[in-house]
């Protein structure tokens, strides 16, 4: 196991707005202090949970400012450079390091689509125009591309990239990911994006995981990695039902589909817990209300979270 | 047929690049006259083949303030406000309108997706803060959304949006927009975006084309369109057959794939024809080179176009 | 355009059943008879409108008995035989022959996917099994492999297919499968399976159509084909705008997806004609009902067929 | 855990051929004698590593007759009984009873999709012909369907299924699926179909494994199941990053892709093991040669198979 600052639970943040759809400090604030304090590892703003696609640059440079500063060096912070292909990327990348984050998380290329050779010398080309700690994020289901694992430990073995964050949710890839960057030396810092799987993602030697649920239930996963780190499979696994089980929040909306279900359950569970002041979310997304609201606090009852 | 200023040969300007990958004004101002003196009736600034996806806002706005002086009213110029989601799009058209073009277009919303209401929602909240014509860009191959055609045409006749440029590949759905268009009083201008099935697409009733080749050969798109226009079908089809196998540029890369091998053969053609001066593409795609280059211009000699 | 007695209008023959769900042998008839009497080209049994999947083999054999019976050599009889893999398919052409048809219809492999060796081995195998003409069915909806054009036209100018009836929606490979054909002096016999852009189908210069919608209005099909062979574009277009209209009987439906939409639409509306004495589909599948089957009826009445 | 005699390490069996294509008797008896004497619990045969979609219906019953022979009740045999819809799956169940399986493995309807009703319906349609224990098969790779969870649940209560093969590669749904079976009192034996990630499907709560890997290397998922069930999870997970390695037999494979690439494999394997005579494969798919072949051996010999 690594010595890297990067390790461990390190959620990606849900932005709190208020009831004008206008970023709300004081919530924000609650909620990054609720995980620091439940013992998180780091937090990783400005990616897909942290509504990076709906923010506009003036928004997105608000919320790493206002986030570099509420987290004032507790732990390390990861900013997402989220944006359609190589060179707006390294546009976000420059502006993202002005405010003083610790890492930088971007993915593949999105809308003009091309082959793994693009792929590959997208991340260089970042890595030409930056020098904070690159993550490559592997998220198909925003971008339409699976990251090759021995792209990405060679990446890594050439010190382009120090990490990856896998949202992909395929496991056998993960697990084929793990074992060549073990062969190669453990170059790379691997985290795992899942919420239900994190069990799973240990068995397979991550380095951490990025659970957007960890907003709601920041103790729980702490307290896996802990278990973890101590070989208690057992409570690995009995937590991780838990949490599988309190993910439900976001299966039982009816409303809508994607974006809205996944993260409109998150901000309506946190609003209903007390650490948001509403569920509101950005165009062209509205708030879940009604039914939905109602079905996802008999989950937070019925495992404890309320 | 309707009286739009919206109609005919409207072809997505590829855009020329130096050697150091830079704007070349000189090549833009060439190609943009070659097209304009061909007859065509509008061009489309920072569209997918136009590179929006790899150029920094800078350049996007630099584009378009060139793009705007060398139409100088000429041809209508519509302009691609292409970004993630809605408040993003928003921020695009708005910069936009400030450069005098005279019509936006802009895709669903991609990166998170939604279901059906936030696509119709994010065409409503774009509309409550722009009040240029505007145009709904269909393109899933880059978005991974359809468009449903019924939605289209509602908001036609809300008045949200002014017209469709469908390059979806979907003939079967484009048939019954354009029938379900004629249906509810014509509220839009449909054009297409094909360059191989243009014929088809008139057959179907379609205001207009968008052909990416038509930056090679706009004479046979405008003289197609004409044809269209007086009722020569025979012709038509002659003139589409001779562009079909024309689009053979982009086949018979061997190189790469996706947008490198497509507007790649684009800039490879322009350039081996002279309106370009190199055939530069942005990061990450590299320049055709070798038998690509050769194999491009044994298509170009085979259809008369050098 | 070839000599072939395989072009013109073939419609996928859509196979009626009784209210217990078996094969009704006087309906058959009926809507065979119908078929004929308006001037069709062909026939095909036993593909995807005509239930193959559905069918267990004894049906299968027991249809095209007495299909071929009842088709009485007025016509050429295509029969598909569709299974999963190359040996199950030699199966199928093998006992299909026996019963006298004139022509096979085979897809790639589908269940376990291969790459593109073993989709030209795939039909290389059959043809060293079989002598009759045979037609290679591309339906990547049904089959997740799309044919490639240059495959197919080297598997024509070797003997190997006679021609192609192309189900995959994608217009543009279709034109470049008609230029590649031309170009190897026309070894197939190129048949769109497009009910709702057949116009665009004839002027990338398809040899004929395999319409489902046929089964019901084959009249306006026949006289479509005569239009396009005498060069009455306007006319091709007329029809062809009826036609799609035509089509939404399987627009309209709101009880399920996907098949059950489309066929069961097309057999609600041959029993409200009066060609069908039921609409009954077989297990899984269930009979559109109600409301459906009213919207259906509206359908019909608009477009003059009732 | 339930008392169902479908629990443990049940692997597909892997079909050996001679060098004419032809079943090979002597090899499959070798290997079925391999695996049940490393004291695997199970055995399923005609799965999609046992080559179902490449048999003949002659050769399906075959194979069948002689498992059943040599398997003589040593464990329970499981038979695939994979075709297109439905009524032809219940004439496979039919036939599959008569040789003597103890139960009976089949997918979601494939060929023409429908929507979640017909899926449901098909199951329960399956039932009503058969009195053989049921397994849901959930395979999207080949089947172009995810089954639900919450429907399998349904089908378990309802009696109509036993269990569920999941090879979906979904491990969210699978773990979800095991939360809803408990909830419901454990209805259905879950089984995994994972050969590199069944560490965490156990920590899911799996009731078994179904992997074609165990024709390679029985023992080790047998230890594997058993570490597991007496609590020794660093035992199974370092079993599993060894069967992990061993699976690259698949990854480094070159001159194809797809089924040849991943059964081929397996072929290669058994072959260069000497458990099977040969490494051929069924029309279209070709054997294995040269440098895959010798990829194949040292991945084998790294991970101590040779």
Redesign the interface.
């Given at each position: 196991m690594s010595e890297s600052q990067f390790r461990g639970v390190i959620p990606p943040v849900v932005i709190p707005l208020d009831e004008n759809r206008k970023l709300d400090l004081e919530a924000l604030e609650r909620s990054i202090n609720r995980m620091i304090d439940a013992g998180v590892d780091g937090l990783f703003f400005l990616g897909?949970s942290g509504e990076v696609?709906?923010?506009?640059?003036a928004?997105r440079y608000h919320v790493l400012q206002e986030a570099v500063a509420m987290v004032n060096n507790r732990v390390p912070v990861l900013a997402g450079i989220?944006?359609?292909?190589?060179?707006?990327v390294v546009?976000q990348a420059k502006r993202a390091k002005g405010y003083g984050v610790d890492a930088l998380v971007a993915t593949a290329?999105?809308?003009?689509?091309?082959?793994p050779?693009?792929?590959e010398?997208?991340f260089r080309?970042i890595r030409e125009h930056t020098d904070l700690p690159l993550f490559a994020y592997d998220l198909p289901?925003?971008?339409?591309t699976k990251l090759d694992p021995t792209m990405l430990v060679r990446l890594g073995t050439d010190g382009v990239i120090q990490g990856v964050k896998d949202s992909s949710?395929?496991?056998?890839l993960f697990?084929?990911l793990c074992?060549e960057n073990e062969q190669a030396g453990h170059p790379l810092q691997v985290l795992t994006g899942?919420?239900?799987?994190v069990?799973?993602?240990y068995?397979?030697?991550a380095d951490g995981s990025v659970p957007g649920l960890a907003n709601i239930d920041p103790v729980s996963y702490v307290e896996q990695w802990r278990a973890y780190q101590s070989?208690d499979?057992?409570r690995?696994?009995e937590l991780?039902?838990h949490l599988?089980?309190l993910m439900?929040v976001t299966?039982v909306v009816k409303a809508?589909?994607?974006?809205?279900a996944g993260v409109g359950a998150f901000k309506t569970a946190l609003w209903q817990m007390g650490v948001f002041n509403t569920n509101q979310m950005?165009?062209?997304?509205?708030a879940l209300e009604g039914e939905d609201v109602q079905a996802i606090v008999e989950v937070l009852k019925r495992e404890g979270m309320m």
């Open positions: 897909s696609a709906f923010l506009t640059d928004q989220i944006d359609m292909e190589t060179m707006r546009d290329p999105f809308y003009a689509l091309g082959g050779k693009e792929v010398r997208h080309a289901v925003c971008v339409h949710g395929d496991d056998v697990r084929w074992i899942h919420e239900v799987c069990d799973g993602a068995m397979a030697g070989g499979w057992e690995v696994r991780q039902d599988a089980r439900f299966r809508t589909v994607g974006f809205g950005r165009e062209p997304v509205q």
